[in-house]
């Protein structure tokens, strides 16, 4: 048995390379494209990427970082309050140059290593330990914006609850 398996191994070994042979392309007089693995007179050689592989991570590294999460959020029960102080839900404004600096708070205060993410229609765009995040150019439109609590590992601990605001811009259409 292991003999067979050494020999099947070694015939893979082999016919290994005519998988990474080259690949040819040929254009005829009527427009016509060919693409070959053996050169055809007049063609050229064509270029392949490799392809893209993805590995896995292992099932218990998945577990171990499921566990982790959930240690996290319950930690960050200790939050009995997140939300925005600026802006408002449902709040219009005017901004010529889009920028917006948006007023977070929590109850109790922020814990050490802990920061506040800002999210902008599902985009991170800021963070800040001092509760104050300003973003430039914010196209003008309705926009939601929520604010995470970020544990020291990078993980979510609170979630506070969304706002839907209104940035009006001057329009540079004439």
Do not use: C
Request: glycine share 10%; hydrophobic share 30%.
């Amino acid at each position: 048995m292991k003999t067979l398996v050494t020999l099947a191994s070694a015939l893979l070994l082999l016919a290994a390379p005519t998988s990474w042979a080259e690949v040819y392309r040929h254009v005829d007089a009527q427009g016509n494209v060919t693409y070959s693995d053996e050169p055809i007179k007049g063609g050229e050689t064509v270029k392949v990427k490799p392809v893209t592989t993805i590995t896995l991570p292992k099932p218990e590294a998945v577990r171990e970082t499921q566990k982790l999460r959930e240690e996290v959020k319950r930690k960050g029960a200790s939050y009995d309050e997140l939300g925005f102080a600026y802006p408002q839900n449902e709040q219009a404004f005017h901004s010529g140059n889009g920028t917006v600096t948006f007023e977070v708070h929590s109850s109790p205060g922020l814990k050490p290593g802990h920061k506040y993410e800002i999210t902008l229609d599902g985009q991170p765009v800021g963070q800040s330990t001092s509760g104050s995040v300003t973003v430039p150019n914010i196209d003008r439109g309705t926009h939601n914006a929520v604010v995470h609590i970020i544990g020291r590992n990078g993980v979510q601990v609170k979630t506070g609850s969304p706002v839907r605001f209104t940035v009006h811009r001057p329009s540079v259409a004439r």
